[in-house]
């Protein structure tokens, strides 16, 4: 078996392609954005992705069906000047090579298609909850700040410290440098301690204005509440704890 094996099951012409990507990572920010935006917008699978450099193993459906691990190339036509294709996955790659190896295989893709434009998304990790996540943006050419910034996206100085580690940073930087590509990293700020829908949210949020969009988003506000429903009640909890603690210090 090679190392990466790209299956492609449709051959269309698409318009201009921007690619949104979104693997899993911090607070699963990108990878349940992108999968949200498959969802939604009843995306087609273009391409799948196994590889050597993932994990060795399969996930079971409820019905006791095997998956094997991958990443997938998702595209939809869109109305207006550019159709959208969206990376989302199982997995990043497990080694230094591997996020290497298979970002420039993505590339390789969407130099294929034709891609015009380049979003990959993340989480940024703060150490707590916050009721409204910033999102945060890291860009190829300083040309594209004040687009992002109208649309919600805020430049601080000196974050994220530490760069972007990952598919998120190595698919642009590999791309800007390489394959010439323009493009901006979206990070949602995330606690960093579980999956985040509502961090991914904002990203969301950013993306249908950015790309002229439209996505139904009652879902994920309402697992949104949910997990500030849980949390609420965990930081709740804690705080008795802590209360019923420090009264053990009276006789």
């Known amino acids: 078996m090679e190392k990466i094996v790209v299956i492609k099951y449709k051959d269309v012409k698409l318009k201009s392609p921007v690619l949104v990507g979104g693997l899993p990572g911090i607070g699963n920010v990108g990878k349940i954005a992108a999968d949200y935006m498959v969802e939604k917008l009843n995306m087609i699978k273009m391409y799948d992705i196994f590889s050597q450099y993932l994990p060795p193993q399969v996930f079971i459906n409820d019905d006791s069906v095997i998956h094997l691990v991958r990443n997938s190339i998702y595209y939809k036509k869109m109305r207006g000047k ?51 996540p910033r999102v945060l943006g890291a860009v190829t050419d300083k040309e594209l700040v004040k687009d992002l910034e109208k649309n919600g996206v805020v430049f601080p100085k000196g974050e994220p410290g530490g760069g972007i580690v990952g598919s998120a940073g190595l698919i642009l930087g590999l791309g800007m440098e390489m394959f010439n590509f323009e493009g901006a990293c979206l990070m949602g700020e995330t606690s ?46 804690f705080q008795n704890k802590q209360n019923k603690e420090d009264l053990g210090y009276f006789g």
């Open 82 to 132: 550019h159709d959208l294709v969206v990376l989302a996955g199982d997995f990043q790659g497990t080694t230094q090579e591997a996020q290497y190896e298979l970002s420039y295989q993505v590339l390789q893709i969407a130099k294929e298609i034709g891609v015009s434009m380049i979003y990959t998304l993340g989480g940024y990790s703060i150490g707590k909850m916050v009721d409204k």
């Open 192 to 237: 960093g301690y579980f999956a985040d829908p509502k961090s991914a949210m904002e990203v969301l949020n950013v993306l249908q204005k950015q790309l002229g969009i439209k996505l139904d988003m009652s879902d994920i506000e309402n697992r949104s509440r949910q997990i500030e429903q849980i949390t609420g009640k965990m930081q709740e909890e």
